[in-house]
């Protein structure tokens, strides 16, 4: 049976492919490069997780992510982009390994002071939280009808910048959904999208078949799906001497959706914290 490394193994992979990539990278660049330093093969690689919006691999380097971050070996930014910390530069592999009972620690540190509930990590219930709604979210997408599914990405690429944006839809036309315009300062690019509502992994031959169809008509695409992209499938997008194909994925679409307010509305929530060190003062 197939084994996807857990998170505790994926950390000083995530480390060391941070280093290899400058100190920071975005998600899917980490993603990439971790997978390539610890030589997973595709058929590891591809192993949906629960939902399928992404895989296990990504799913386990969420985590591993999230407890260096509890350990201050990296940090993020607002626009998903790691980093190396100071102290993730100079840490070495026997302390990275240590990590996991050192959140644990906290956590167990942050009850005890009544500062949280000891959770681990501490940061569980966001995290949950936001998985959460991206599978509520999802399940949404997956319960529409195909051609309501065409219609909220084009209303999604309006939202996003697009003109011109016609769905097409057409039988026999080499699975392209759609047309559109993205205007950007004095120039103009023609794109060519499909919309694919799939639970699974969308593989290289579909990329091919998609690119195929682009032929003579444009020289830009964009492939979207509420499932996942193999690697392989990544590969063959930007594949060198052919038109790239642009990618985005469950992961993406929700989080564009949620940035665009199409659907999807945020909450502040407030949060109470009790301070018993100020009562002993008194």
């Known amino acids: 049976?197939?084994?996807?490394?857990?998170?505790?193994?994926?950390?000083?992979?995530?480390?060391?492919?941070?280093?290899?990539?400058?100190?920071?990278?975005?998600?899917?660049?980490?993603?990439?490069?971790?997978?390539?330093?610890?030589?997973?093969?595709?058929?590891?690689?591809?192993?949906?997780?629960?939902?399928?919006?992404q895989s296990k691999v990504s799913y386990n380097l969420h985590w591993a992510k999230t407890y260096l971050k509890k350990a201050g070996y990296v940090d993020n930014s607002v626009r998903g982009v790691w980093a190396l910390t100071d102290a993730g530069e100079t840490c070495t592999q026997q302390s990275v390994a240590l990590v996991p009972a050192l959140v644990r620690k906290m956590a167990a540190d942050a009850k005890k002071n009544g500062l949280g509930d000891g959770e681990e990590p501490v940061v569980d219930a966001v995290d949950a939280l936001e998985v959460n709604w991206k599978d509520q979210l999802l399940d949404c997408l997956k319960s529409i009808k195909p051609d309501a599914f065409e219609r909220l990405s084009q209303r999604l690429l309006r939202e996003a910048g697009f003109i011109k944006v016609e769905v097409t839809g057409r039988s026999g036309d080499g699975g392209i959904d759609g047309i559109?315009?993205?205007?950007?300062?004095?120039?103009?690019?023609?794109?060519?999208?499909?919309?694919?509502?799939?639970?699974?992994?969308?593989?290289?031959?579909?990329?091919?078949?998609?690119?195929?169809?682009?032929?003579?008509?444009?020289?830009?695409?964009?492939?979207?799906?509420?499932?996942?992209?193999?690697?392989?499938?990544?590969?063959?997008?930007?594949?060198?001497?052919?038109?790239?194909?642009?990618?985005?994925?469950?992961?993406?679409?929700?989080?564009?959706?949620?940035?665009?307010?199409?659907?999807?509305?945020?909450?502040?929530?407030?949060?109470?914290?009790?301070?018993?060190?100020?009562?002993?003062?008194?």
Request: glycine share 8%; charged share 25%.
């Open 1 to 53: 049976m197939l084994q996807v490394p857990a998170y505790s193994q994926m950390m000083w992979p995530a480390i060391d492919a941070l280093k290899e990539l400058g100190g920071s990278a975005a998600n899917d660049e980490l993603l990439t490069k971790v997978i390539e330093v610890m030589r997973l093969p595709p058929e590891v690689q591809n192993i949906p997780h629960t939902g399928g919006r």
């Open 180 to 282: 559109g315009v993205l205007r950007l300062n004095l120039l103009s690019f023609q794109v060519l999208f499909q919309c694919k509502r799939y639970s699974g992994s969308v593989g290289p031959s579909t990329i091919r078949d998609f690119r195929g169809a682009m032929v003579g008509r444009s020289d830009k695409g964009l492939l979207i799906t509420t499932g996942t992209f193999t690697a392989e499938a990544k590969k063959e997008a930007t594949r060198d001497g052919a038109p790239a194909i642009e990618l985005i994925d469950g992961e993406q679409f929700c989080d564009l959706l949620k940035q665009l307010k199409l659907g999807v509305a945020t909450e502040m929530v407030e949060r109470v914290v009790v301070d018993p060190s100020w009562f002993s003062k008194v």
